[in-house]
């Protein structure tokens, strides 16, 4: 088997021993993976301490912390760090370090472009981040950058900047997965046999390509606008301040399922390993993601309902909108039944995918309610919005990165995870999360608007209770860091090559750790080794 | 699929009375303030606002229904399942009949709901046969109201910016010391929900909006209407409300404006048709056009109408 090929190898060329070499000159898709997967942290916890910023000052009505300017900076940045900074670049690490695994590559295919597409983002995210301390402070007028609003702010070059080197760094690190993917499977791994984590990636890369230069687009025009004298989105100088959002939220849909697929990938995964049970409907899995990528580009005008749409427009963005339900419904009910019938064990990366499954899900719910238009006259721009994306995005995107973080980490490190304190992670995010997030569901349908500073009495008591679970949501992430620091350098429990009973696929037949290079000779591909196990029927 | 949508009788009824019982105990009707525990959206006061409320609750009765039979199903399989139990891994991986149903029983609710929210849609777009039109300007941060004409009449000079309380607005400054309980008008907290100078406008009238916006976008929102309104400078909006009982209705910006865009509530006074012509002559008359100044001095004090706040 592949396994014993690569013990042959690895042991002539391992890491480089110098630390700056090994690590900014890296072109290792494992070492750029971990360094994609540590930046996604550290933006993590930087978010997330603007995230308690907010909540805190929601704590109780008036205004006792921060000034409302600052507090628009804080809602604004926290979105544009969650987004580019933590979740895309931790589902990037994670396609880094496991796509070359799953479908028995040597390495990615353009590794130099790699080393490129990380060492981009430090820089970009210190562009954005000064502007916390510069003198017209950062970024206010929401991660939507809508016009006229956003040009009003200081820091509008610096924003627009950084977008465009996050979106470099993207669209390379997108052409490299596809590449990857194309060109570099191990003979017999056809495409229909690839898992459903890779299929997620390469649909994703595609997204990520058609739509980041339509977001450089949308900004560069917004430079202009600001210091050059054009009036795109100037309606005084015959521009239209909703061509932008347009324009924007064609990057936009794409751009919120960028952040799902790989998610989608990562939980067909981990529920066939823990369930014992090959995935339920494999290639319906695979049509799903695909579809839902097409829909993603005819459905945008769905954040803009109430912009004053003419009535045909209401009517088709609505339905196709709604039709998402169908293919994300397929992917849940192929969740369930491919633990239906199985072998269930319930180790911390099952866990965290089983409560990715009911807590997207209710995401979605609220989603179809968001879609039917003339309830999203009331909903939209409330907090059952705010409550609607952190449902799809915390509990969707980001427990399925902890999930996958768990699920791999032992082939990374080499060494077994505290189950215990994995599990008192989870059980701490999993009830802290919903107090944060569920109560906003009634705050939005009570008629509280989002991005607001401060609230009516009556909003008092579900902002409270969502703040307490915003603390102890952000508390709990603390665990994380120190089962993640454990595993690295304090565990002493060795992990096996395949870690966990039911687990399939090429990347579990190479040891644990995976050593620097792996695959240089070809594997053989074995059916029955993958995942989702015998396609042909 | 082009009319149809939610007329008060009938199926909606009884998959209210079924799956939204719980909600609309606690959701009451036609409330004007948001309450303490509020949980879900209210019917509204206008002819109109039924239509989301409706759709908010069959929809979230739709979703409750599929939730309990995913996610029972989930828990179900997590019992029964287990590898403690000694449960053994089956090896199937495909049931057409099952893909089938639960593709096609979901598209069905879909056109379901898609035939309802249509007609909501529909009669939302039709701003004619309106008796009044009133145009609404966003500021950073208040509202201007013009009122353009009424029943077919012309109104000129009567339009007013209308912005935060002052009570409120001293109390939300950081660090004020003032307590937000405290601001009460008619015995109900109006903290950030209360204006210097109402909207009024009478019930029982088609009322065209004209909205737009001076500088920034905002959003023109009163929930017990039933909708939102984006107003975008360069762009006029219409949509349209005919209020069916009297009172005080109060909402806010809902499009991110800058600053203060928490502290620019909207209050909406719909009174008795008479009583609006009445408040509409005075107003008339007081901004007519005066040969002797000092005007606005006294154009404040002669209006009893206007402020709400005792």
Known sequence: MAHAATHDHHDHHGAPSNFFVRWCMSTNHKDIGTLYLVFALVMFFIGGSFAMVIRAELFKPGLQLVQPYFFNEMTTMHALVMIFGAVMPAFVGLGNWMIPLMIGAPD???????????????????????????????????????????????SVAQMVFAIHLMGISSIMGSINIIATILNMRAPGMDLLKMPVFVWSWLITAFLLIAVMPVLAGAVTMLLTDKYFGTSFFNAAGGGDPVLY????????????????????????????????????GYKAMVFAIASIAFLSFIVWAHHMFAVGLPLGAEVFFMYATMLIAVPTGVKVFNWVSTMWGGSMTFETPMLFAIAFVILFTIGGFSGLMLALAPADFQYHDTYFVVAHFHYVLVTGAVFSIIAATYYWLPKWTGRMYSEFWGKMHFWNSVIWVNVLFFPQHFLGLAGMPRRIPDYNVAFANFNMISSIGGFLFGASQLIFVGVLIHAVWGSKKKATDRVWEGAKGLEWTVPSPAPFHTFEVPPVINDDELAHGHVDH | MTSGGIKPHGIKRAVLSGLGGALALFGGSAMANPKPWQLNMTRGASEWSSVPYHLNNIALGVCVGIGILVFGAMFIAMFRFRKSRGAVAEKWTHNTMLEVVWTTVPVIILITLAYLATGGLTSFANTTGSQMTVKVTGYQWKWRYDYVDYKG???????????????????????????????????????LLNVDKPLVVPVGTKIRFVITAGDVIHSWWVPALGWKMDAIPGIVNAAWTNIEKPGVYRGQCAELCGQDHGFMPIVVKAVPEAEFEQWLAQQQAANAPKPAAAAPATAQATTPAQGNQG
């Open chain 1, 108 to 154: 990615m295919a353009l590794p130099r472009m790699n080393n490129l597409s990380f060492w981009i983002m430090p820089f970009a995210f210190a562009l954005l981040l000064s502007t916390l301390f510069s003198a017209g402070g950062a970024p206010a007028g929401g991660w939507t950058m809508y016009p006229p609003l956003a040009l009003q702010g200081g």
């Open chain 2, 153 to 191: 009449k012309p109104i000129d000079h009567v339009g007013f910016m209308s912005k935060l309380d002052r009570l409120s607005d001293e109390t939300r400054q950081l660090d004020s010391g003032m307590d937000p309980n405290a601001v009460q008008t008619d015995g109900e907290n109006t903290y």
């Open chain 1, 245 to 280: 959002q347009h324009i924007f939220w064609f990057f936009g849909h794409p751009e919120v399922y960028i952040m799902i697929l790989p998610a989608f990938g990562v939980i067909s995964e981990i529920i066939p390993t823990f369930a014992r049970k090959p995935i339920f």
